[in-house]
């Protein structure tokens, strides 16, 4: 069975760098072959699509946060991780990981919030 757990800060200053991390077992990162992904939701932009991580580590991005966001992975974990800088005042959001499939995301984890705040 796959998990994917989400962790996070919690709470961000307006223009600090998040970073997010989203454990997973059950399978190897470096072996799935559609690779994984962040997503988030929040309330004025609904669910948005950050950017994915192949197996081979190569990752892309949504070209509206290419020049913020880096995902990197951590394989002695089992862990890849999102970092967003320069979150803006608005930028509160439930960031979720989840496992590529063929027609879709396969597995998502739970979420976890991140609140942006002074």
């Known amino acids: 069975q796959v998990q994917l757990q989400e962790s996070g800060p919690g709470l961000v200053k307006p223009s600090q760098t998040l970073s997010v991390a989203c454990t997973v077992s059950?399978?190897?990162?470096?072996?799935?072959?559609?690779?994984w992904t962040w997503i988030r939701q929040s309330p004025e932009k609904g669910l948005e699509w950050i950017g994915v991580i192949n197996s081979a580590g190569n990752s892309y991005y949504a070209p509206s946060l290419r020049s913020r966001a880096a995902i990197s992975r951590d394989t002695s974990k089992n862990q890849f991780i999102l970092q967003l800088s320069s979150v803006p005042p608005e930028g509160t959001s439930i960031y979720y990981c989840?496992?590529?499939?063929?027609?879709?995301?396969?597995?998502w984890g739970q979420g976890t919030q991140v609140a942006v705040s002074s």
């Open positions: 989840a496992r590529n499939g063929v027609y879709g995301f396969d597995d």
């Open positions: 059950g399978v190897s990162i470096t072996t799935t072959p559609g690779g």
